[in-house]
């Protein structure tokens, strides 16, 4: 099945304010305790987060990394008003910044001491300006996890996964997990933009039926 793509961000308020109440607990805790695991010597810094969405995942990092101060970036207004609001109601936003611009936009080379980013690449028309950003805001030697949706083989294996993972989401989730997996890439298109892009240091793992996830250490 070919890539169908979806719209680039989820800037409609009723859209990130569902998004914003799905329960990922056990993927967005598991994207953050996968990046304690594969770089245990990380600490401390500054961490970008992009596509970061309503801030579910910056704000479990910050709680499990203490010293680090964290940058969301996201181009939809009422997803990052969602996260700046919920990291004030955590009592994090002394650690916390979010900045309402698209990821390709972004100025600043090497000012980050790692990234993150969960479920954006799925959104964006060119793959290779992710990872061209990506490798162009950490220093050298930074550790990056990206995570994101595997595309499956056809239209009705895309409806079997939403129906088996969001049975009993609201209707506007369902669709967008749908279109999501409609617009994902596969394992292969993700190895080759790796190499077209000189990251084949990176390492993509295939975690589960629908997730695949690429770290490693940007050079
Ligand atoms: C599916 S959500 C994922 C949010 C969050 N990372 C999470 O895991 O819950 C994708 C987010 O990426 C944002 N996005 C899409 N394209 C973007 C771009 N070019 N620059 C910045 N944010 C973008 C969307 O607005 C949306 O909030």
Redesign the pocket.
């Known amino acids: 099945m070919n890539r169908t793509l979806e719209p680039?961000?989820?800037?409609d308020p009723e859209q990130?304010r569902i998004?914003a109440q799905a329960d990922?607990e056990q993927e967005?805790q598991g994207f953050v305790d996968r990046f304690r695991d594969y770089f245990p010597d990380f600490s401390e810094g500054h961490v970008f987060?992009?596509?970061?969405?309503?801030g579910?995942?910056p704000i479990r990092f910050a709680r499990l990394f203490p010293s680090c101060r964290i940058t969301g970036?996201?181009?939809?207004a009422p997803?990052v008003r969602l996260a700046e609001a919920t990291a004030r109601k955590a009592g994090l936003s002394d650690r916390m910044t979010f900045r309402c611009?698209?990821?390709?936009d972004l100025a600043g080379v090497s000012v980050a001491d790692a990234a993150i980013?969960?479920?954006?690449l799925h959104?964006?028309p060119n793959p290779l300006q992710f990872w061209h950003k990506l490798r162009l805001a950490v220093k050298p030697g930074s550790p990056v996890l990206v995570m994101d949706l595997l595309r499956p083989d056809s239209p009705e294996d895309a409806q079997a996964i939403v129906d088996r993972y969001a049975s009993d989401a609201p209707d506007i989730l369902r669709k967008d997990f749908y279109n999501?997996l409609l617009a994902a890439f596969t394992e292969d298109e993700i190895g080759a933009q790796l190499a077209r892009m000189n990251l084949t240091r990176l390492l993509i793992d295939v975690i589960d039926d629908r997730h695949w996830v690429v770290g490693g250490i940007i050079h």
């Open positions: 680039e961000l989820m800037d990130a998004y990922f967005n987060d992009l596509g970061c969405g309503p579910d995942i970036v996201d181009a939809s997803m611009e698209r990821f390709q980013s969960n479920s954006l959104h964006v999501s």
